[in-house]
């Protein structure tokens, strides 16, 4: 949530189109304890959450950045999105973390191909931490800079995503998919 989400905020800042999914079954934050994480079900409102743990422990909750980080969510939309729920076709799909990205791959090989509509499915590993969240957002600003800019991106993406790849120093996966 916090990766995508400085991401949506930059991009978004920046005047593009942007929307930011998840794709696990539930939203889970951290809790008092590796063990013990909060738990909500996708349509639960950031306003809702960020009630809930302000109520559970406000002093930790705002201690551990999580009470700030939802305080800027809830600014940008109303609550998390599932992409496996949504019916809306894009042209690229980023994700921050390789364990998302293959939820991405895994939820169109389930769904199957109907279209002949293409869709870029690209990886860049990023930290959960607030630091590397913020990094992470330039990076990806970065990329849809050379996308934006490329004539024929379905046919330079590749020489784009190696030429970032080896600019930015972290490894980039890319799928190309039908929708």
């Given at each position: 949530?916090?990766?995508?989400?400085?991401?949506?905020?930059?991009?978004?800042?920046?005047?593009?189109?942007?929307?930011?999914?998840?794709?696990?079954?539930?939203?889970?934050?951290?809790?008092?304890?590796?063990?013990?994480?909060?738990?909500?079900?996708?349509?639960?409102s950031y306003e809702e959450?960020?009630?809930?743990?302000?109520?559970?422990?406000?002093?930790?909750?705002?201690?551990?950045?999580?009470?700030?980080?939802?305080?800027?969510?809830?600014?940008?939309?109303?609550?998390?999105?599932?992409?496996?729920?949504?019916?809306?076709?894009?042209?690229?799909?980023?994700?921050?973390?390789?364990?998302?990205?293959?939820?991405?791959?895994?939820?169109f090989e389930q769904r199957?191909?109907?279209?002949?509509?293409?869709?870029?499915?690209?990886?860049?590993?990023?930290?959960?931490?607030?630091?590397?969240?913020?990094?992470?957002?330039?990076?990806?600003?970065?990329?849809?800079?050379?996308?934006?800019?490329?004539?024929?991106?379905?046919?330079?993406?590749?020489?784009?995503?190696?030429?970032?790849?080896?600019?930015?120093?972290?490894?980039?996966?890319?799928?190309?998919?039908?929708?």
């Amino acid at each position: 949530m916090n990766r995508s989400m400085e991401a949506h905020a930059r991009l978004q800042k920046k005047g593009y189109n942007v929307l930011s999914f998840g794709t696990g079954d539930k939203i889970k934050l951290p809790g008092p304890s590796v063990t013990q994480p909060n738990v909500y079900e996708f349509g639960t409102s950031y306003e809702e959450i960020y009630q809930d743990l302000a109520k559970k422990d406000k002093v930790m909750y705002k201690q551990n950045g999580i009470l700030h980080m939802l305080d800027r969510n809830r600014i940008i939309k109303p609550g998390p999105d599932r992409l496996q729920d949504s019916e809306k076709q894009f042209d690229v799909i980023m994700t921050a973390e390789e364990r998302v990205y293959d939820q991405v791959l895994e939820h169109f090989e389930q769904r199957g191909s109907k279209e002949d509509q293409l869709v870029h499915v690209i990886n860049m590993d990023i930290q959960d931490n607030q630091e590397e969240a913020t990094i992470g957002a330039f990076l990806f600003h970065e990329l849809v800079q050379m996308f934006t800019g490329s004539l024929d991106l379905d046919n330079e993406i590749d020489e784009l995503l190696q030429d970032f790849e080896m600019k930015c120093k972290r490894p980039i996966l890319h799928s190309v998919l039908f929708y």
